[in-house]
C-alpha cells in the first residue's frame, strides 16, 4: 500500500482566539469549522495544522494538533510563500487544505497543481461558489484558476455544489459536499433558561442585526442576547450597533465571549434568530444551537431539511412582520417549543456529527 504523505491544513488569519483562550481577537465560523475537523483526522495520518506565529497558545486541545507557527503575520507576501516553499518541501507535504476564498487560495491552487501537491478547498460561504469574495462581496477574477487547478472542491451544501458544476461541467468529479460537524461532547443542556432569544454574528451589514433588535424592540416583555464582536474596518458598523441597542432596554450584550463559553449561553436560550442575508449553508453557531436543542428563526434563508424537514424552526421568507408573528408563536407555546427543542437537537446529531463527517473528508483525502 502506497505511503500517504503528509497533510497540511492552513488556518484563517483570525484565528488566534481559537488557539489562544485568553484572546479577545475576532474569530469566525469558518475557523472552528475547520478546527473541528483538524482535530478530528490528528490521529488518522500526520497531519500538519499551520498558523501564524502568536505569541501564546494556550487552548484545551494542544495535544490533539500539531500546530506549525510558518510565518509572522507582518511578513510579506514573498516572505511568507519562501517559509511556505520551504517548509512543504522539507516535509514532503502530500496534501494542502484551506478553506475560505482569497487571491492567494487562486495563485496557490496554479503553484501546487504544477508542483504535483493536491490543493483541497473548502467553501466557506454561498457567494464564494460564485467566485465572489465572502466580505467584500467583490468578483475574483482569478477564480478559474481555483475551479481548474484544485484537485477537490468541497462545499457546505447542495446550492454551492450547483453553483460550481452549472459554469463548469468538467469539473463534477472533484466537487464533494460536506456538511459543518459539531462535537457533541462539548454542547451543554440547561434547563433553566435565562434568556429568551439569542443572536450570534459579527458586525458586519449583511449580518443585518438591526432586524435582530427590531425584534427585541417590540416585544421588551422578553430577554434578548446579542453577541456580536467588532470586526476591523467595520468599525463605524459596530458603533451603529452599539448605540441601537443602548435604546433598547431589554437587550443583553457581549462584543466578544470565550469560544467555550458560548456553549453556555446557548443552552441558557429559548430561541435563536438568524437575520443575514446569505451563508455557507447554515451557521455553525445555528447548528451548536440547534444541537442545544434551540429552535432557529430565519429571515432570509432556509438551507437543507432543518425546518420543512425536522421541522426545528421557522422560516420568514424575507418578512420582519412573520418573523415577530413566529417569535411569539414559540415563546408563548411551550408545548411546542419542547417539540421542536427536540427536532432541533436530532437534526443536528443525525447530520452534522463531527465524527461521521471527518471520517467522510479522512476517506475522500485518502486517510482510510
Not at 460550481?164 to 468529479?173: A, G, Q, T, V
Not at 421588551?220 to 458603533?239: C, D, M, R, T
Not at 466578544?256 to 441558557?268: G, M, R
Not at 421541522?311 to 417549543?337: D, P, R, V
Request: hydrophobic share 40%.
Amino acid at each position: 500500500m502506497k505511503e500517504q504523505k503528509p497533510i497540511a491544513i492552513f488556518f484563517p488569519k483570525d484565528s488566534e482566539a481559537i488557539f489562544n483562550k485568553t484572546s479577545k481577537r475576532t474569530f469566525g465560523g469558518s475557523t472552528i469549522h475547520l478546527y473541528h475537523f483538524a482535530r478530528e483526522l490528528f490521529p488518522l495520518g500526520k497531519i500538519f495544522s499551520i498558523i501564524p506565529e502568536y505569541s501564546t497558545i494556550d487552548f484545551p486541545d494542544k495535544d490533539k494538533f500539531n500546530l506549525v507557527m510558518l510565518y509572522k503575520e507582518s511578513d510579506s507576501p514573498i516572505v511568507k510563500f519562501l517559509k511556505f516553499r520551504k517548509f512543504i518541501k522539507k516535509n514532503n507535504i502530500g496534501t494542502i487544505i484551506q478553506l475560505g476564498l482569497t487571491l492567494e487560495s487562486c495563485i496557490l491552487s496554479l503553484y501546487l497543481f504544477l508542483i504535483g501537491i493536491k490543493f483541497v478547498f473548502i467553501f466557506a460561504h454561498d457567494v464564494e461558489s460564485l467566485g465572489f469574495y465572502q466580505n467584500s462581496r467583490k468578483r475574483c477574477f482569478f477564480f478559474c484558476f481555483l475551479v481548474k487547478f484544485s484537485s477537490m472542491l468541497i462545499a457546505q451544501n447542495d446550492i454551492e455544489k450547483e453553483n460550481l458544476i452549472s459554469r463548469y461541467p468538467d469539473i463534477e468529479k472533484k466537487v464533494k459536499v460536506l456538511k459543518k460537524g459539531i462535537d457533541f461532547s462539548k454542547i451543554k443542556q440547561s434547563v433553566k433558561k435565562e434568556y429568551d432569544c439569542i443572536s450570534i454574528a459579527r458586525c458586519e451589514e449583511w449580518k443585518n442585526i438591526e432586524a435582530y433588535l427590531e425584534i427585541a424592540r417590540r416585544n421588551q416583555n422578553y430577554k434578548f442576547l446579542l453577541i456580536a464582536p467588532p470586526v476591523p474596518g467595520k468599525e463605524s458598523y459596530y458603533s451603529h450597533i452599539k448605540n441601537l441597542v443602548n435604546q433598547i432596554n431589554n437587550v443583553v450584550f457581549y462584543s466578544f465571549v470565550p469560544y467555550e463559553d458560548i456553549y453556555k449561553l446557548l443552552s441558557l436560550s429559548k430561541i435563536m434568530i438568524v437575520t443575514s442575508d446569505m451563508e455557507g449553508d447554515w451557521p455553525l453557531t445555528v447548528l451548536e444551537a440547534t444541537a442545544s436543542g434551540v429552535p432557529v428563526i430565519s429571515l432570509n434563508y432556509s438551507y437543507g431539511n432543518l425546518i420543512d424537514g425536522y421541522g426545528a424552526g421557522f422560516y420568514c421568507n424575507g418578512s420582519m412582520e412573520k418573523m415577530n408573528e413566529y417569535f411569539n408563536k414559540l415563546i408563548n407555546n411551550e408545548n411546542l417549543l419542547n417539540e421542536m427543542s427536540k427536532n432541533a437537537y436530532r437534526y443536528s446529531y443525525e447530520n452534522h456529527n463531527i465524527k461521521t463527517n471527518a471520517l467522510k473528508l479522512a476517506k475522500w483525502i485518502g486517510l482510510q
